[in-house]
């Protein structure tokens, strides 16, 4: 039930392009749901992030999707770069006094010029 | 302002050595997670601290798996009697305190058993 399913696990958009990441939740106690971006030996950033009291995020070309009922959230990012290459984490959390974040799998973005 | 700090970013560890990983966390911070991510794999929550405490430690091994953060200098994850299995990245992150959600992470210390 701690677990965050992510998909899908390679993704390859051409520049300009929309890339979508998928992420699904079973406990419904969670209330928190970031989007991290790893480059190749780095730690995570955070990216964008989202609570269940809203279905959208925007934030520049990052847009998070969320769906409480079917328990579902995404990452939209428009007009793909080359620049946005990277892996991306989808997470959940509830604050039990501290956030305990539970990461997806990971998502390897390539875009390709 | 400087980010999350670990060292050393590269750790080699034969067989039943003993690996030390660093973090400090950003200026202000007195909250420190640590993290392990296995190879193709997500994060896994090992522990949280606060300054002489530990918080919740159910991510950590029961065995050869420690963590501290003293009230003076880095926090530190140790792992005694290393094994292959123990060769991951290990990540801390810190916050300014309980109730504020962004975790800042450090660039990793990826340890290799050998």
């Known amino acids: 039930q701690q677990q965050v399913k992510q998909s899908p696990q390679s993704l390859i958009v051409q520049k300009g392009g929309i890339s979508i990441i998928n992420c699904a939740y079973e406990?419904?106690?969670?209330?928190?749901f970031p989007w991290y971006q790893q480059f190749p030996g780095k730690g995570p950033a955070l990216l964008i992030a989202i609570r269940p009291d809203v279905s959208e995020k925007k934030e520049g070309r990052f847009t998070i999707s969320f769906n409480k009922s079917a328990k579902q959230f995404s990452l939209h990012i428009m007009d793909s770069q080359p620049g946005d290459s990277a892996t991306y984490f989808c997470a959940a959390s509830l604050d039990t006094g501290f956030q305990k974040l539970v990461f997806g799998t990971g998502t390897r973005l390539l875009v390709s010029p | 302002n400087a980010g999350v700090m670990q060292n050393p970013r590269h750790l080699v560890r034969r067989r039943g050595q003993e690996a030390r990983l660093r973090c400090s966390p950003m200026k202000g911070h007195s909250h420190v997670y640590w993290y392990r991510q296995l190879p193709e794999e997500g994060l896994k929550f090992m522990v949280y601290?606060?300054?002489?405490?530990?918080?919740?430690e159910s991510g950590m091994p029961k065995e050869r798996f420690s963590a501290e953060f003293p009230k003076e200098g880095p926090s530190i994850l140790r792992i005694q009697q290393v094994v292959r299995g123990d060769s991951a990245a290990y990540f801390c992150?810190?916050?300014?305190?309980?109730?504020?959600?962004?975790?800042?992470f450090g660039p990793g210390t990826r340890l290799l058993v050998l």
């Open positions: 406990n419904t106690a969670f209330d928190y």
């Open positions: 992150a810190s916050s300014p305190g309980t109730g504020t959600e962004t975790q800042y």
């Open positions: 601290l606060q300054k002489e405490n530990i918080i919740d």
